[in-house]
């Protein structure tokens, strides 16, 4: 079974400007995470969607990050314009979406965003 | 809200000696799942073990085990027979019972000597 994707691996940007990441779950997970891991901090959520609706959105910074989740499968997180604070491993996770105690997150490799 | 507390940065132990890595949370919830994750250098997650909270038997899966207190709310996860391999950052995480979100500690640190 393969895992999740995300792309790409590594990216480096100027302040102010604009970058996407892209994340392909595992076929048939209904749920995706997109969350940020800051150097030395555990993963923080940003967004959740089951299937293509949004359900948990509340720490994700609105002014400057967006995402969606296309037809309820791939999904890309987007941060316009990009400040030096956002340097981080992007990590996006999916799972069945049952809920259910044996509904495991599996997590993609991530993104290492750092912003000069 | 809930917080997960890992109040070890870094920790370390001899090549199959055993390790303990702590864990405590703070929930108003009765029923939740507690987990630990496995992040190795290429950053890849991978669970390593999970817990009901209902349940009082503590979790085991081959070398890792977890020490379950849910009155003191703690949560601690012990690694027999240590090896090489186990070296990574260990993050503790907490789920409600209802939902998906998980919240995470800051993780730990592990280092495995030869």
């Known amino acids: 079974e393969a895992g999740v994707a995300q792309s790409p691996r590594y990216k480096i940007i100027e302040k102010r400007q604009s970058v996407a990441f892209w994340c392909n779950p595992i076929?048939?997970?209904?749920?995706l995470y997109w969350y940020q891991q800051i150097l030395g901090q555990g993963p923080k959520l940003l967004i959740q969607?089951?299937?293509?609706?949004?359900?948990?959105d509340s720490q994700l910074p609105k002014d400057r990050f967006s995402a969606e989740r296309l037809k309820g499968v791939d999904s890309t997180l987007k941060i316009q314009p990009a400040k030096l604070e956002d340097s981080a491993v992007y990590l996006c996770?999916?799972?069945?979406?049952?809920?259910?105690?044996?509904?495991?997150?599996?997590f993609g490799p991530g993104t290492r965003l750092t912003v000069l | 809200a809930q917080t997960v507390t890992q109040s070890q940065p870094e920790m370390s132990v001899q090549e199959a000696e055993t390790v303990t890595l702590s864990c405590t949370y703070d929930?108003?919830?009765?029923?939740?799942?507690l987990f630990w994750y496995k992040q190795p250098p290429s950053r890849q997650m991978i669970l390593v073990i999970r817990?009901?909270?209902?349940?009082?038997q503590n979790a085991t899966e081959n070398r890792f085990s977890v020490n379950f207190q849910k009155a003191a709310k703690s949560f601690s996860l012990k690694i027999s027979d240590s090896q090489l391999g186990d070296a990574a950052m260990y993050f503790c995480?907490?789920?409600?019972?209802?939902?998906?979100?998980?919240?995470f500690g800051t993780g730990t640190s592990l280092t495995v000597i030869p």
């Open positions: 996770a999916s799972s069945i979406g049952q809920g259910t105690f044996t509904d495991t997150q599996y």
């Open positions: 076929s048939g997970h209904a749920t």
């Open positions: 969607f089951q299937n293509n609706g949004v359900v948990d």
């Open positions: 929930t108003s919830e009765s029923d939740y799942y």
């Open positions: 817990q009901e909270a209902y349940k009082q």
């Open positions: 995480a907490y789920r409600k019972n209802t939902g998906n979100q998980f919240y």
